[in-house]
């Protein structure tokens, strides 16, 4: 009986055993898991190709406009900005890369009480601000929340005869609007500058229906 007794109790912790053993894989699979995670920026839906109804970001000069009789064409270099998803930013930790500008940052801290500010946030070594934007995604910001622009392409596209500019950079002159039969004129004589951070141009039907310029400090 006692032999008996020793069997099954030797048999009993072998099982116990098994048991905490195969207990303890789970956990090993969590432990491989936990590789750092890259989060990079989505791809542009800005198409150069193909453009008959957007809103672009764009930058020209007075050379840029062309008169051909009734016809007028402006040549435009079209910006994006960089834009994050706000689903793969939310499980960024300490350790994780987040690629911003083309250059790969590691964070060491990050604060989601204002946006969210990865390293202390824009002005710091290696810091990034991201700004929520509708849709569920992220973009970066710098000084006064201006966007990181970066050049898609160029594109030239027919002037409307009923095109309007709404020109208000100059905060001291107010708005100006400026008729498309104006523009030529208007270009020539203007100092500002047309560029990715305060231009605006509304194309709709593939023609050139509106552009928007904006005080940028």
Not at 72 to 78: F, G, H, P, R, Y
Not at 195 to 214: C, D, L, M
């Amino acid at each position: 009986m006692k032999k008996m007794l020793a069997v099954v109790l030797a048999l009993c912790m072998t099982l116990a055993l098994i048991g905490c053993g195969n207990a303890k894989q789970p956990e090993n699979e969590d432990q491989s898991s936990g590789e750092s995670k890259r989060v990079e920026p989505l791809a542009s839906s800005v198409d150069v190709s193909n453009v008959t109804e957007a809103t672009l970001a764009a930058s020209f000069d007075k050379s840029s406009l062309h008169t051909d009789g009734d016809t007028m064409t402006l040549d435009m270099k079209v910006y994006d900005f960089e834009q994050f998803d706000a689903a793969e930013v939310s499980q960024l930790k300490e350790g994780d890369v987040i690629v911003v500008d083309g250059k790969e940052i590691t964070v060491a801290s990050i604060d989601t009480t204002n946006g969210v500010e990865i390293n202390g946030g824009f002005g710091q070594e290696n810091g990034v601000s991201l700004a929520t934007l509708d849709g569920g995604v992220l973009c970066a910001v710098g000084a006064d929340d201006a966007k990181s622009y970066y050049e898609v392409g160029t594109v030239t596209l027919p002037v409307s005869e009923t095109c309007v500019l709404t020109d208000s950079a100059d905060l001291n002159a107010g708005e100006k609007t400026v008729a498309a039969a104006e523009l030529a004129a208007f270009l020539k004589n203007d100092t500002a500058a047309f560029q990715p951070g305060n231009t605006q141009v509304t194309v709709s039907g593939g023609q050139i229906t509106a552009i928007s310029r904006v005080y940028m400090p």
